[in-house]
């Protein structure tokens, strides 16, 4: 795996989210998440070994450099975090019982047992509102902003294994999730399914409810199975095929914005 972290360190707040500002005007702001599996020294370990941090759990292996080359391809903004979402996911408001979770799938995370009000609120101020606040930004400054949320998961979840390639996410605003699954097979012939491996069910709406539907704008999450996107010349062949799909499916959904496309 290449990039583990943005290598742009110069983000607002403590430094943890990680801000790259296109140059051109387009109206994608593309958000990760989960791009980092990065534990800050201030915050330890939370009790887990090397393979564990380094483990899907912590993070979202392979997204940060596919959103990076879309970025790069759509000439778009993007928003990434850059500590282990074990710290703090950013994909959670505050007051989601998994945004310091206690267990992540098979692994109890023991640093983040009993954790008390004090040291939630350092985490919330360290981590999430720095990201709420970057991210906030980023879409202020582009015209009819369209948020795209690039995430992989892992093949083999709690022993079960997942034949979905890539999930189109939405919640209640479905226009370029729709236009997205209209138009995947003139894109790529991998398994592509709507909600899937996960859904609005399993809170991981938040990024796409707190910064674009609440304000009517285009929105779409993108979960790619983290073995499609190993080496540096997978993630670019993902982002390559994805940037032209999600520019068609923006026009496709009525975009009023800039949409662009290099790829
Ligand atoms: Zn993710």
Redesign the pocket.
Known sequence: MTNRQPKDRSGSGENFISVKTSEGCSSVVLVC??ASDFFPAEFGTLGLDEAVRKNHVA??PG?LSVAEHMAALLDATLVAGQVS?LIYDC?RPPDAPDAMPQRSEIFEIPGNADLNEAERSKRVDAVYTPFKTSLQTAIARVSSPIIV?I???TPVYNGASRSVEIGVLHDTDTRLADAMLTLAPRYTQADVQRNQPYGPQNG?THTLKEHAIKAGHLNVML?IRNDLIQSAEQQKQMSEMLAPWVAEACVQAGAEGVVQCKA
Do not use: G, K, L, M
């Open positions: 998440e989960h993070w979202d997204a979402r994909n949320t995430h992989s998961f991981v979960e």
